[in-house]
């Protein structure tokens, strides 16, 4: 497994650049195929704001998310398969544990 720690702005925390974890880094693993089967992209923020007990932080953060998403998934239009209308990558988006922001 290779660690991506090179990405400017990743902090992990609620100013993490998620537009180059998604938009840069995961792309590229993406792209690059044939070296990798498998890539995992770990956003933090949403789950710190819930144990911050922050509901407007971790709103914040879901729609941070939701954006870097919608522009890799975008931005990767040209990986589906003309002839059979299927992409060559899965994306699984899912969380390790609920945390509500009361």
Same mark, same amino acid.
């Given at each position: *497994? +290779?660690?991506?720690? +090179?990405?400017? #702005? *990743?902090? #992990? %925390? %609620?100013?993490? @650049?998620?537009? #180059? ?12 195929? @044939?070296? %990798? ?9 949403? +789950?710190?704001?819930?144990? +911050? ?18 522009? *890799?998934?975008?931005?990767?239009? #040209? ?24």
């Amino acid at each position: *497994m +290779d660690l991506l720690d +090179d990405v400017e #702005g *990743m902090t #992990g %925390y %609620y100013d993490s @650049n998620l537009r #180059g974890k998604c938009l840069r880094a995961a792309k590229e693993f993406i792209e690059n195929k @044939n070296s %990798y089967d498998f890539g995992f992209v770990h956003v933090k923020a949403v +789950d710190d704001a819930g144990h +911050d007990k922050s509901r407007p932080i971790k709103v914040e953060q879901l729609e941070k998310v939701d954006r870097a998403i919608a522009e *890799m998934v975008a931005s990767l239009g #040209g990986y589906l398969d003309s002839q059979k209308e299927q992409c060559d990558f899965i994306l699984c988006i899912t969380g390790d544990h609920t945390t509500p922001a009361i």
